[in-house]
Each structure stands twice: as structure tokens, then as C-alpha cells.
């Protein structure tokens, strides 16, 4: 068969309301009572991905680099100030650990692909590189976020162990490795769950896209491998680098454990 | 006494939210003394232990050990030479053996032979049969006995022990103690030992220091607690006495 892609319409986007249609009438049938939330949803789907669609047509339509470069920086900020308030942490310096982790890993990731994998002319070339980046972003931040979280709970955990450790004079990195391990494990695990079951059970999202858009599922393969690679590796970046600064804000300059900070986590 | 004292409390206070948890104690404590630090629960007892031992610093006044400010000691030697055991200390993953070769993380001198081992683990009153055993498998008592052990595995000049007996039955308490003053006279080890069992601790202290709400209220021999003189201090023995 030939390769074909199909374009949807807005009237056609129009007809698929009916299926906001049919979920409204199942709620209001058995008095479920998120019909208003259901629409405002509706709504911000339809606008925010519309206006996103504005705004990435405006983007691929520019041809400096220097624009490319500061919308990273813009995305990478406006990423760690979302992760820095989903979850209020007590760790001095959060926002700043978070933006310059992920500076750091966009840089070695998004470098690599764009240059030694892609080999894209040229390197800015907006196609590829904001989806990729934006992809890299979002992982690299959710991934930060929860290991932050997991290693205070650890820290938490093993507050005893800690001290008893520092007491005997062990220095800081080793009286914390337990709790860094455990929480780079949690961190990879899903990770690399993911590297297992991918394309047994369904289709990943870009690949289906991909396919939909009409491209040789071959060629999207490739991608999508690449893409799994990438996580895996931005994940583990993005935490033992963020991990490597958040560890020193819980001692103190002696060495000492601090307690009241660590009681600061809910 | 003219020697350098071991260690040197001056002036010292501790704050803790805005409370003074340490009030402005002066103490000296010289080399090879057994003192044992005495008080009610929430009297300070625990806070002098982890200033000494580093884990905190003083909010005022200073400490010295062996006339030095231990804030201007490297932390890591200070921990070495003045060890601690915790009222619960934590008892890692691993055998008895994995426990008592921790410091190989960060050490890597660090060696023993099995029969240094196995006399670490006597001298504490454990046997050379629970080297492999798993330690999160050992009794409260036992793993006391196994946190002691490892502590001297530093050779320390200074212990700190934190109720080392409090999960210990009295006959037992007794040995471990006794064998505890021997190590001390041995070693000419400084052991600075918090009990809530004056009766025990009148056995192998030659000094007794009776803290109550941060302040230091008796600092003397014996007869501290044999014919104590404060209506404070009575009613504190006494009640531990119930
Ligand atoms: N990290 C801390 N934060 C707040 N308060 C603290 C902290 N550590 C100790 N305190 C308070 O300081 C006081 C003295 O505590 P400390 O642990 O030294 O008592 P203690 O004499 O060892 O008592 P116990 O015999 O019960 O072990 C207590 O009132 C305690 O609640
Ligand atoms: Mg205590």
C-alpha cells in the first residue's frame, strides 16, 4: 500500500466531540457530578493545543539559532519552576539544582542527537530540535522531581543510620550512599521497565503519530529505539547530577546532619 | 591534676527552636576518667554526647578537646578518636562481620584479621559464632553489645556511651560494664557514660555529674549520689529509684 496521510479538518476535530458527548451523558446518567470539569477540560485542550499550535508554527518558521537557544533556556525554566512547585521540598537552592541539572543534560543529550546521531544541517534546525528537547525536558524533570522526593523519605528512613555512620567518622558521601542509591534505583526502575515491555503491549505515542503521519513504521522504529535510549540516559543524568548537589544542602560544612531541615519534608 | 584535660566544656549552651537545651556548662574531663552523666529524661544527657562527638556544635562558649577547639579539628579524625554509642544505635545491612568492616568504605587501610575480630566480638560479650550471623537478626541487647564492638574498632581515645546497658538484663549489664573497665584501664580510655541505673553506674564511675534541665547541679565522687545534698538531686534519685 502507499503511503498516505490523512488530514483532519476542524469540522472533522468538531465531530469528535461526540465522544466528550457520550462521557457527559454516561455522568450525568449516573450522577457522577464531574460534568463541569469535564468541559472546562475539553475547553483548555482545545485552546492550549491550538495556541501550542500557533506557537510552534511561529517557532519552525524562525532561522537564527539564537532564538533557538533562548527558547530552550525558556523551556527549561518554566519546566523547573513547574517541578519546583508541584512539590514543595525543603532543599536550599532547589530551583536553581533543578535548572542547572537539566541545563547540563540537555546539553549532552539533545548534543549528542543532533549532532553525532541525526546529524541535522543545521544543528538548530527547529523540526527536530524542540520536540527532542522538549521530550528530554519533561522526562528529565518528572524523573528529578521524584528522586528528590524519594531521597529525603530515604534520608528520613535512615536518619539514625546516618548519624551512627558519620559518628564513626565515615565522610558524608558514604553515610548517605545507601539513601542515593535507593532513590537512583526507584528512579531507573520504571525506566527500565519501560525498555522491556515497549511495542508488547502498545504502540508508543510518537511512534503511532509517526505512523499516522505516514511514515515507513521502519524508519519509526529507529526513533522510537533512540527515544527509549534517551530516557534511560537522561534519567540517570539529570538525577545523579541533581542528586550530587541536593545531598550537601542536608550537612552542614562539619559534616553534621542536618535534623531540622530534614524535618522540614512533610 | 596538670595534665590537658580530654575535653572542655566552656561556657557552653545549646539552643534547640529557641530553648536553651544546654546552659551555659563548664565542665573538664581528664584522661582516663570513667564519669558517668546522670539526670532525668530531657535533662541534656544526650546533647553533651553528640557535642563531643561532633554531630552538633555549641550555640555559645566553646569545646576543647585535648586543649584544641574542636571546631577547628578535622571532623572525620575527631569522630575516630572520640567514639560513640547511640542510646539506639543503627545496625547496618549485612553480617556482624560486614558491620565491624564498615570502615572499609572510607578507609581503605582498614583491615582485621578474623581473630581480631572475634576478640572484638568477646571483649563485648558476643561469641566468635555470630561473626556471620545476619545483624539485623541479633537481639536489642546483642546489637548494643555489636555497636560497642564496632565503635572500638576505631581505637578510640574517648568513649561515649549512651544507656550502653539500657537494653541489657542486670547480670549481663554487669558483665558487659566490667569488661567495659577493663578495655578502659587497658587502653587508658576516657569513658563518659550516660545511665538512668545509678546503682550500676556507681559500681564503675569514679565521677558523677548530675544534670538536670540543661544545668549542671552535682559534679563529684560518690558521694554525689550516696549522701546527695540538693532537694533537686534527692528527689531525682529517688525517683529513679521506684
Ligand atoms: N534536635 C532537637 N530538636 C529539638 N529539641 C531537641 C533536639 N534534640 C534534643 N532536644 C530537646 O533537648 C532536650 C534534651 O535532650 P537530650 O536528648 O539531650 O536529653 P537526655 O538527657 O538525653 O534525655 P533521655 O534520658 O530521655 O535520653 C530535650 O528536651 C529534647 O526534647
Ligand atoms: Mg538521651
Redesign the interface.
Known amino acids: 500500500m502507499q503511503n498516505h496521510f490523512y488530514v483532519i479538518t476542524w469540522p472533522d476535530v468538531l465531530v469528535s466531540l461526540v465522544f466528550i458527548a457520550v462521557t457527559f451523558g454516561v455522568m450525568r446518567y449516573w450522577k457522577i457530578g464531574l460534568e463541569k470539569t469535564l468541559l472546562i477540560g475539553t475547553a483548555r485542550t482545545f485552546i492550549q493545543l491550538t495556541l501550542m499550535g500557533f506557537i510552534l508554527s511561529f517557532i519552525f518558521k524562525q532561522e537564527h539559532w539564537y532564538f533557538m537557544v533562548g527558547l530552550l533556556v525558556l523551556m527549561i525554566l518554566i519546566a523547573s519552576y513547574e517541578g519546583y512547585h508541584r512539590q514543595k521540598l525543603p532543599i536550599p537552592y532547589y530551583y536553581l539544582i533543578l535548572t542547572g541539572s537539566l541545563g547540563v543534560t540537555v546539553v549532552i543529550v539533545l548534543g549528542t542527537i543532533l549532532k553525532f546521531i541525526m546529524d541535522v544541517q543545521p544543528w538548530f534546525y527547529p523540526f527536530a530540535m524542540i520536540p527532542i528537547a522538549g521530550m528530554i525536558i519533561g522526562n528529565g524533570l518528572n524523573s528529578m522531581t521524584l528522586t528528590a522526593n524519594r531521597f529525603i523519605a530515604e534520608m528520613k528512613h535512615?536518619e539514625?543510620?546516618i548519624?551512627?555512620?558519620?559518628?564513626?567518622?565515615?565522610?558524608v558521601r558514604?553515610a548517605v550512599?545507601n539513601c542515593l542509591v535507593e532513590a537512583i534505583r526507584a528512579a531507573l526502575i520504571p525506566n527500565i521497565n519501560g525498555l522491556m515491555t515497549v511495542g508488547l503491549v502498545q504502540l508508543p505515542g510518537m511512534m503511532t503519530g509517526q505512523i499516522l503521519a505516514g511514515i515507513d513504521p521502519l524508519i519509526a522504529v529507529r526513533y522510537q529505539i533512540m527515544i527509549m535510549y534517551m530516557w534511560i540516559t537522561t534519567a540517570t543524568l539529570a538525577n545523579v547530577i541533581s542528586l550530587a548537589f541536593i545531598y550537601r544542602q542536608f550537612f552542614?560544612p562539619?559534616?553534621?546532619?542536618r535534623l531540622k531541615l530534614l524535618r522540614q519534608a512533610e | 591534676m596538670t595534665k590537658t584535660p580530654i575535653f572542655e566544656l566552656d561556657h557552653t549552651t545549646r539552643i534547640e527552636n529557641d530553648r536553651e537545651i544546654l546552659k551555659n556548662v563548664s565542665l573538664v574531663f581528664h584522661p582516663g576518667e570513667f564519669v558517668a552523666l546522670l539526670g532525668p529524661s530531657g535533662a541534656g544527657k544526650t546533647t553533651i554526647l553528640r557535642l563531643f562527638n561532633g554531630l552538633d556544635s555549641p550555640s555559645a562558649g566553646e569545646i576543647r578537646y585535648r586543649g584544641e577547639n574542636i571546631l577547628e579539628l578535622p571532623i572525620t579524625e575527631l569522630r575516630r578518636s572520640v567514639g560513640m554509642v547511640f542510646q539506639t544505635p543503627a545496625i547496618l545491612a549485612g553480617t556482624v562481620r560486614e558491620n565491624l568492616f564498615i570502615f572499609q568504605k572510607w578507609r581503605k587501610d582498614f583491615n582485621a584479621t578474623d581473630e581480631e575480630l572475634v576478640e572484638h566480638l568477646l571483649r563485648v560479650g558476643l561469641s566468635a559464632d555470630d561473626l556471620n550471623r545476619e545483624a539485623k537478626s541479633l537481639s536489642g541487647g546483642e546489637k548494643q553489645r555489636l555497636a560497642l564492638a564496632r565503635t572500638l574498632m576505631n581505637n578510640p581515645n574517648v568513649l561515649l556511651l549512651d544507656e550502653p546497658t539500657s537494653n541489657l538484663d542486670p547480670q549481663l549489664a554487669q558483665r558487659i560494664l566490667r569488661r567495659i573497665k577493663k578495655v578502659q584501664e587497658e587502653l587508658g580510655l576516657t569513658v563518659i557514660m550516660v545511665s538512668h541505673d545509678h546503682q550500676l553506674a556507681a559500681k564503675f564511675a569514679q565521677r558523677f555529674i548530675i544534670l538536670i534541665d540543661g544545668e549542671v547541679v552535682e559534679d563529684g565522687d560518690i558521694s554525689v549520689i550516696e549522701n546527695p545534698q540538693q532537694p533537686v538531686v534527692r528527689s531525682f534519685l529517688n525517683g529513679a529509684e521506684d
Open positions: 535512615r539514625n543510620e548519624e551512627t555512620l558519620l559518628s564513626l567518622g565515615a565522610p558514604i550512599h552542614t562539619a559534616s553534621q546532619l
